[in-house]
């Protein structure tokens, strides 16, 4: 069976969760810090924030944004439920932009038209996240000269673009957002088993962040509101969570950022490959780019074989994915109001998409095989 995407672990990963196994600290200990100062460093940021998963750092990007019940959050809705359902967590309303067919990001033109509308009807946006699809970047520069002119803030939900450069600068320097957001799940483009982190430059939004992981509960006596009474004293400022990643999944994490511009070398070779090896289907490629991290490879197939053409991977043992279900017309959102049609380019972009194996083990042989096997089915 060959994954859409899958990990690459060696012994070099192994050994050092190995160690953390021996060590004294299983968690909250000084492993957190050395991955967070790693990735901080990595992207050119101040700081970095380890949680336990992409959804937890959305969660208190959010809070420590101050969304709270009433506010507006827009997203995407050609991506995973969690890039929205961070917002519902605070009580926060959702809506959604639709995003560019050749890019399949968020609009900007759609973003602009929706802005210009929401400020006649007085609803402006509180936070917008916008999400870097398959590993490219957002029009950052844009949607940021956007988030001063109407006065919104910007978590980049970042899930896909670990590695990825905008502009030539890192994804997670922050330098057009507030906040970045990592994941390390498995499928992503480095894992540490569950895992994600938070971004930022803004020193009060790090420290609000190390609060909300971890029960709301100030970290530095300069953050507790009276003196401490003792060395044992802790106090709880406001409601937090316990989203904490441990030491083995940080030091997994340091391992695996090692061999992160390798891991990018080779995705954007297999995709340069893919892209070289289907110009003569009749399929629609995704665009090029040299700053993706490529964390998908989304191809875009006539509707109305889409589905024969899935079932017929599946079969051949290619492990195929559709990404996304657009988000809006998921029950839970329906609920809200939102129905097919509100987001035309996401649903035309859902009904036609494939996303191929791509992960750094994957050998040309399999390549070879998955291109022959598109290239018979179409013929
Ligand atoms: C994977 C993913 C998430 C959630 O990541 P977890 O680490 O699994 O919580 C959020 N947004 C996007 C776009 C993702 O792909």
């Not at 995407?5 to 160690?19: H, L, M």
């Not at 971004?199 to 962040?209: G, K, P, Y």
């Not at 904490?244 to 070779?269: C, D, H, W, Y």
């Not at 197939?301 to 559709?322: G, H, L, N, S, T």
Request: glycine share 6%.
């Amino acid at each position: 069976m060959i994954p859409y995407g899958r990990q690459s672990i060696d012994e070099a990963d192994i050994a050092s969760v190995v160690e953390v196994l021996h060590s004294e600290w299983l968690t909250q200990g000084p492993g957190i810090a050395s991955f967070e100062e790693a990735m901080a460093s990595y992207c050119h940021a101040k700081h970095a924030v380890a949680v336990c998963n992409a959804t937890a750092a959305l969660h208190i990007a959010c809070l420590a944004l101050g969304v709270g019940k009433g506010d507006l959050v827009w997203t995407s809705p050609n991506t995973f439920v969690a890039s929205a359902n961070c917002a519902r967590y605070c009580d926060a309303d959702v809506d959604f932009v639709d995003i560019d067919s050749e890019t399949l990001n968020m609009s900007v033109k759609a973003l602009i038209i929706k802005l210009e509308k929401a400020k006649q009807q007085g609803r402006l946006p509180k936070v917008v996240i916008p999400v870097h699809f398959s590993g490219l970047s957002c029009e950052m520069e844009a949607i940021f000269a956007l988030s001063k002119q109407y006065g919104f803030r910007i978590i980049e939900d970042a899930s896909h673009a670990v590695g990825a450069e905008y502009n030539g600068y890192p994804v997670g320097s922050c330098k057009y957002s507030d906040i970045t957001v990592f994941s390390f799940h498995p499928v992503k483009i480095i894992t540490t088993g569950e895992g994600g982190m938070a971004l930022t430059n803004q020193t009060e939004l790090a420290d609000r962040m190390v609060r909300l992981r971890s029960h709301g509960i100030a970290q530095k006596p300069e953050h507790m509101v009276s003196q401490a009474q003792g060395a044992w004293e802790y106090q709880q400022i406001e409601l937090g969570h316990n989203y904490r990643m441990t030491n083995l999944q940080a030091a997994l994490g340091v391992s695996q950022l090692k061999k992160l511009p390798e891991f990018i070398a080779k995705r954007r070779a297999i995709a340069k490959r893919y892209h070289d090896l289907l110009a003569e289907l009749p399929v629609v490629r995704p665009v090029t780019s040299n700053e993706s991290s490529w964390h998908l490879y989304a191809v875009r197939f006539p509707a109305e074989k889409r589905k024969a053409i899935f079932d017929a991977f599946r079969k051949a043992d290619i492990w195929v994915q559709v990404h996304y279900i657009p988000v809006h017309t998921q029950p839970y959102y329906a609920n809200f109001g939102f129905a097919w049609g509100d987001f035309p380019e996401a649903e035309k972009y859902y009904n036609e998409a494939i996303s191929l194996p791509l992960f750094f083990d994957l050998t040309i042989e399999e390549q070879d095989y998955i291109i022959d096997f598109i290239r018979n089915f179409l013929s």
